[in-house]
């Protein structure tokens, strides 16, 4: 699992490659996430062209970072989701849960927008 950050104005943009299977490497995410709120970045969005598949370990991280960035005021957003991972949010009710656009530009965009939650 390997983590790229981009700040775009307000917004931290975390690429992720590699497999959400759990892990010492997929509890990285969580702890990136409470550095940027640490570094008061509070809107993200997780890139997730590169993420091949994840596990329920894979979705339990993204839910724990979006709870601790929804406590803190802020929300996650998650995009060029790929169909496998697509499938599992569905499976897993999870769709009801994150936003999910078909690319960084228009998930930035949401936020630009003052989209409502």
């Known amino acids: 699992m390997k983590i790229k950050e981009k700040i775009i104005e307000d917004v931290a943009v975390l690429q992720l490659s590699g497999k959400l299977m759990g892990g010492p490497e997929t509890q990285e995410v969580h702890e990136h996430i409470k550095g940027l709120i640490a570094d008061n ?8 062209t590169k993420v091949k598949w994840m596990n329920s370990s894979g979705l339990g991280i ?3 970072s979006y709870t601790t960035l929804k406590n ?3 929300d996650l957003k998650l995009a060029n989701v790929t169909e496998k991972v697509n499938s599992l949010l569905i499976i897993t009710q999870l769709m009801t849960i994150f936003k999910t656009y078909d690319s960084v530009d ?8 003052g989209a409502k939650k």
Request: net charge positive; aromatic share 4%; hydrophobic share 55%.
């Open 41 to 48: 970045i509070q809107k993200v969005v997780i890139d997730l």
């Open 62 to 64: 993204l839910m724990a």
């Open 72 to 74: 803190k005021s802020g």
């Open 106 to 113: 228009r998930a930035l965009a949401s936020f630009r927008k």
